[in-house]
């Protein structure tokens, strides 16, 4: 199987990814979950990162940067042992710059000689005095960073209000005096108004600020003339929530290989946390629009095959309460699955020119005591062609059927059915959905 989403391995969880490349390499920065955690983020940094010719063969380079010792290493930051979050690296006259959210204290700035670090620490951000109170009394909420072409720096940050300065190249931590904005996206009631996650890039003549809005779990983005703005609203990159348990959302474009991609997050484990890394391709029209992109199944490539194993994870359609979570570092089923749920992929290629009407179609599921069976579609969950349907038992398996042949890209659908309906939960005095099965995963053979 290629490296669709979550592109990175199944154990990793990095979330508020910002992309970069450095060379002939695409970096992978983000903040660091905890399988099944109740919050947000820990207290390491990790950087991923693959050959800008290779996307499917990704490198974990360790730990970065730390704010707490662990068996491997000490702490980075004597005056706090807060939480790592959504940190941001740049290069500047050779030197990688890390700046570095840390919950309810003030963030820092680090340095290395190699874009993968690790990272020593340089210093906090120094905030002239008389700015404490307009940024927050130091902390840089979500920072992200931007080194213009003629070598000045900007800073951007915030939460539910937006602020940008201008650092000191010459230090890279300094925010020089009378360089502080406020609200460069405005703040409000509205969906489109700034929320957090600031991550600004620069695009032939236009700076773009992509950020999280106040209303959904999408990543939106404002266009300006200047690095300094003021920013004018462009409209949605992609949405996790679509059709999907959704949550906060946090990201980043990037341009590969003449590609641009848009690197996101998405929500394991029924809750808005264990967050993994996603990405989709993305087009920036000549007008400097990015027309908004749906989430699928495929991560960097193209299309999948359905002739190879496909673990139900990457799923990117989970309707009716169903949910992937973290059994143990190897298995990762969609659960719950009740009457009614769709569980959904995108796309796969079927291929072309095949001499029979028919194949085979084969699943993993871990039975629930339930009896029923799952619609195969193609294209439309609702409306699009059933082209089988395998029967469900009570007991752990492989469950088997043969289906109509496709030829063709199509999205892929299942749609699960209870053979038996609503069941009578004595305990609540109510009809109740059961769980069905546990879907590990399916292949399609000829």
Same mark, same amino acid.
């Given at each position: 199987?290629?490296?669709?989403?979550?592109?990175?391995?199944?154990?990793?969880?990095?979330?508020?990814?910002?992309?970069?490349?450095?060379?002939?390499?695409?970096?992978?920065?983000?903040?660091?979950?905890?399988?099944?955690?109740?919050?947000?983020?820990?207290?390491?940094?990790?950087?991923?990162?693959?050959?800008?010719?290779?996307?499917?063969?990704?490198?974990?380079?360790?730990?970065?940067?730390?704010?707490?010792?662990?068996?491997?290493?000490?702490?980075?930051?004597?005056?706090?042992?807060?939480?790592?979050?959504?940190?941001?690296?740049?290069?500047?006259?050779?030197?990688?710059?890390?700046?570095? =959210?840390?919950? =309810?204290?003030?963030?820092?700035?680090?340095?290395?000689?190699?874009?993968?670090?690790?990272?020593?620490?340089?210093?906090?951000?120094?905030?002239?005095?008389? =700015?404490?109170?307009?940024?927050?009394?130091?902390?840089?909420?979500?920072?992200?960073?931007?080194?213009?072409?003629?070598?000045?720096?900007?800073?951007?940050?915030?939460?539910?209000?937006?602020?940008?300065?201008?650092?000191?190249?010459?230090?890279?931590?300094? %925010?020089?005096?009378?360089?502080?904005?406020?609200?460069?996206?405005?703040?409000?009631?509205?969906? @489109?108004?700034?929320?957090?996650?600031? @991550?600004?890039?620069? %695009?032939?003549?236009?700076?773009?600020?992509?950020?999280?809005?106040?209303?959904?779990?999408?990543?939106?983005?404002?266009?300006?003339?200047?690095?300094?703005?003021?920013?004018?609203?462009?409209?949605?990159?992609?949405?996790?929530?679509?059709?999907?348990?959704?949550?906060?959302?946090?990201?980043?474009?990037?341009?590969?290989?003449?590609?641009?991609?848009?690197?996101?997050?998405?929500?394991?484990?029924?809750?808005?946390?264990?967050?993994?890394?996603?990405?989709?391709?993305?087009?920036?029209?000549?007008?400097?629009?990015?027309?908004?992109?749906?989430?699928?199944?495929?991560?960097?490539?193209? @299309?999948?095959?359905?002739?190879?194993?496909?673990?139900?994870?990457?799923?990117?359609?989970?309707?009716?309460?169903?949910?992937?979570?973290?059994?143990?570092?190897?298995?990762?089923?969609?659960?719950?699955?009740?009457?009614?749920?769709?569980?959904?992929?995108?796309?796969?290629?079927?291929?072309?020119?095949? @001499?029979?009407?028919?194949?085979?179609?084969?699943?993993?599921?871990?039975?629930?005591?339930?009896?029923?069976?799952?619609?195969?579609?193609?294209?439309?969950?609702?409306?699009?062609?059933?082209?089988?349907?395998?029967?469900?038992?009570?007991?752990?398996?492989?469950?088997?059927?043969?289906?109509?042949?496709?030829?063709?890209?199509?999205?892929?659908?299942?749609?699960?059915?209870?053979?038996?309906?609503?069941?009578?939960?004595?305990?609540?005095?109510?009809?109740?959905?059961?769980?069905?099965?546990?879907?590990?995963?399916?292949?399609?053979?000829?």
């Amino acid at each position: 199987m290629k490296m669709a989403n979550p592109y990175l391995p199944n154990w990793e969880y990095i979330p508020d990814g910002e992309p970069r490349v450095f060379g002939n390499r695409v970096y992978v920065y983000g903040s660091h979950d905890t399988a099944g955690s109740g919050k947000f983020c820990d207290y390491k940094l990790k950087v991923w990162s693959a050959d800008v010719n290779d996307l499917d063969n990704w490198i974990c380079h360790g730990d970065s940067f730390h704010t707490r010792a662990d068996r491997d290493h000490e702490s980075d930051t004597p005056w706090t042992d807060g939480e790592l979050y959504a940190p941001d690296v740049v290069e500047k006259d050779g030197k990688y710059y890390l700046y570095a =959210y840390i919950f =309810y204290t003030k963030g820092c700035v680090a340095v290395s000689d190699r874009p993968e670090g690790p990272f020593k620490l340089l210093s906090q951000y120094r905030v002239p005095a008389m =700015y404490e109170d307009d940024m927050d009394k130091g902390v840089f909420c979500d920072p992200g960073v931007l080194v213009d072409d003629d070598g000045r720096v900007y800073i951007y940050w915030g939460f539910e209000k937006s602020y940008m300065a201008e650092i000191n190249p010459e230090n890279m931590y300094e %925010i020089l005096p009378g360089s502080v904005r406020k609200d460069i996206i405005p703040a409000g009631n509205g969906p @489109s108004d700034f929320y957090e996650a600031c @991550s600004p890039r620069k %695009i032939g003549d236009r700076y773009y600020l992509v950020y999280s809005p106040r209303v959904g779990s999408r990543l939106d983005y404002a266009v300006s003339k200047s690095p300094t703005g003021p920013f004018e609203y462009g409209g949605t990159i992609v949405d996790n929530g679509v059709g999907y348990p959704g949550g906060n959302n946090h990201g980043s474009i990037c341009n590969i290989n003449g590609q641009w991609y848009v690197f996101y997050h998405r929500m394991t484990n029924n809750s808005v946390f264990s967050r993994r890394a996603c990405v989709e391709r993305i087009e920036i029209l000549d007008d400097g629009r990015i027309p908004q992109v749906e989430m699928t199944s495929l991560g960097f490539e193209e @299309s999948l095959s359905p002739y190879r194993y496909v673990p139900a994870d990457i799923a990117c359609v989970l309707k009716g309460g169903c949910y992937i979570t973290e059994r143990n570092i190897f298995e990762r089923p969609v659960v719950n699955i009740t009457d009614g749920c769709v569980v959904g992929f995108k796309y796969f290629n079927f291929g072309e020119d095949y @001499s029979g009407s028919t194949m085979e179609f084969s699943a993993k599921i871990r039975g629930c005591g339930a009896r029923g069976h799952v619609r195969i579609l193609i294209d439309d969950w609702r409306e699009g062609m059933e082209i089988g349907r395998c029967d469900i038992g009570m007991d752990d398996g492989i469950i088997y059927s043969t289906v109509r042949c496709v030829t063709g890209r199509h999205a892929l659908y299942f749609v699960f059915e209870d053979k038996y309906g609503d069941v009578w939960d004595f305990a609540k005095s109510s009809f109740e959905n059961r769980p069905i099965c546990e879907f590990e995963g399916f292949v399609f053979s000829k």
